[in-house]
């Protein structure tokens, strides 16, 4: 590991470089001086014995006196050459060092440049950057370890994401709000079930700041943050009802914050308080004729009747009775059947016209009764189509009925039937006392009751909430549709829409 650091390999390798050559140099040099020196003093003396054979004290102090002047100058000469050796070989050592310097410099830079380049790309969200690996010393391994680095970063970062999205797509298709919320109030996680109940807070309310908690929402999340239990609260926003659990979100057993599930509760409240009516007039269409059937049948016991007249009048009050009982029932049982899926339909192609003036015959008498008028309409391509026939019947006697019931002395009632291109479409009007715009959206909830203090008689008030629902089931089970539109003291359209195919 030591030698793979670049640092130290290229050091080392400089610096031995640098000593061979500045000592090879230095040798050379010396030598080659040394040489051309000593060969100059050996010639000069062997010059000097030549001219002088028989060689003089004298001369012997002359050539040493000579040959000491030589060495002290041969001296100077050296030192002199090795001062300028050594300032070439600085010079020539000091551009070695730059140009090395400039290698290395781009040797190390460049990579590590490329590392913070591909960290920035990193950084805004890139995760598939790889780096070149060149060698195996640092940089190299560098490079290794950043790749590594990079492809785990992505994968977690896209597991994350999809975690995300899973997270996100739960609780978007959740039919409760969920909310998320900081200590702070503020709110981090929402859904748009969440939003709509936020929005119509802050709306009543009338408070701006869309992403804070309501003022009577955040007193709530502070009780909750401070107990740190969960707890549910009832509210009325907008004129429905929602229950909100607040729940604290703990981390390290520390509370970072809380989860809030809202629920609108508007539809089972409803529901809730239908059943109790339905209940308390169920017992009360049960209670009046099971009280008149005891009372009558004991007055006939006991011999209070005494003429054969007299019991029989009391016998068809208790047999009427009796049969209203049975409606009721029946009408409970079907009810039960249609919304369980248990009904069969017998489809048989009729025709329209013979089926619909034999209803009509039911209720000439009550029309006449009443001084109403009946007008009815048939389109000259309606012909024959496809339904139940009991079932049907069941349907325009019931709305034919709620008609009468609700239209005074001389208005109007009118059935059009017509074709709308693969259907028939039955429409029947009059020109009653409306149905009240509050009202409107429930006429088809089973248990269902308008304000029977507005009936004009005593017949509307016999009613069990049933019919209606009744009807859309068995209009439903046809494959067709049914709606409603009323006026107050105008009067009262209802529309339902068959198919003219066979159904299946």
């Known amino acids: 590991m030591f030698w793979r650091n670049r640092v130290v390999k290229y050091t080392i390798s400089f610096t031995t470089v640098f000593i061979l050559i500045f000592f090879l140099y230095v040798s050379i040099a010396d030598t080659y001086d040394q040489k051309t020196s000593i060969d100059e003093v050996i010639q000069e003396l062997q010059e000097s014995a030549q001219r002088d054979d028989t060689i003089s004290e004298q001369s012997n102090e002359l050539l040493i006196e000579k ?20 300032i070439f070989i600085g010079i020539i050592c000091s551009l070695i060092i730059v140009l090395f310097g400039v290698y290395f410099s781009k040797r190390i830079s460049a990579p590590l440049n490329h590392v913070i380049q591909s960290t920035r790309k990193i950084i805004d969200g890139h995760y598939n950057i790889k780096l070149p690996m060149k060698s195996n010393d640092e940089i190299g391994q560098l490079a290794m370890a ?14 994350l994401l999809q975690e995300k999205d899973i997270l996100f797509s ?17 709110i981090i996680i929402s859904n748009p079930q969440a939003d709509a109940f936020i929005d119509d807070f802050h709306f009543e309310a009338g408070s701006p700041n869309q992403k804070q908690l309501p003022e009577e929402l955040n007193e709530l999340f502070d009780s909750v943050i401070e107990k740190g239990t969960a707890q549910t609260f009832q509210v009325n926003i907008q004129g429905r009802d929602w229950d909100i659990v607040i729940t604290p979100l703990h981390r390290n057993n520390i509370v970072q914050g809380a989860v809030t599930i809202v629920r609108d509760v508007t539809e089972s409240t409803q529901l809730d308080q239908l059943r109790e009516t339905f209940i308390a007039n169920v017992s009360h269409e049960l209670r009046t004729p099971i009280s008149l059937m005891r009372g009558y049948s004991e007055a006939i016991i006991d011999g209070v009747a005494e003429t054969i007249d007299e019991q029989v009048e009391l016998a068809q009050i208790i047999h009427s009775e009796s049969e209203r009982m049975g409606r009721l029932v029946n009408e409970l049982l079907d009810l039960t059947r249609l919304k369980s899926g248990h009904l069969d339909l017998n489809i048989q192609s009729h025709s329209v016209r013979d089926f619909i003036e034999k209803v009509l015959r039911k209720f000439a008498q009550r029309l ?28 325009l006697t019931n709305l034919i009925d709620n008609a009468i019931k609700h239209t005074l002395e001389n208005g109007e009632i009118l059935l059009e039937i017509s074709k709308i291109g693969d259907q028939i479409c039955f429409e029947l009007s009059d020109t009653g006392e409306g149905i009240p715009l509050e009202d409107l959206p429930f006429v088809f909830e089973r248990f269902y009751m308008a304000d029977k203090s507005r009936a ?15 009807v859309k089931q068995i209009i439903e089970g046809h494959h067709g549709t049914i709606s409603v539109q009323s006026k107050l003291g105008e009067g009262t359209t209802f529309k339902f829409l068959l198919p003219t195919e066979s159904i299946s």
Not at 70 to 82: A, C, E, K, P, T
Not at 146 to 159: A, D
């Open 456 to 470: 004009s008689n005593q017949a509307v008030k016999k009613g069990t909430g049933l019919g209606l629902s009744i």
């Open 368 to 395: 006449d009764e009443n001084k109403l008028s009946f007008k009815l309409h048939i389109d000259h391509d309606v012909d024959q189509l496809m339904f139940d026939y009991d079932r049907l019947e069941q349907v």
């Open 67 to 86: 040959l000491e002047t030589f060495l002290i100058d041969y001296d100077h000469s050296i030192r002199v050459n090795h001062r300028s050796q050594l």
């Open 170 to 186: 739960i609780i978007g298709s959740m039919k409760d709000g969920v909310l998320t919320i900081n200590l702070d109030g503020e």
């Open 146 to 159: 950043f790749n590594r680095m990079s492809r785990q970063l992505g994968n977690q970062m896209e597991t």
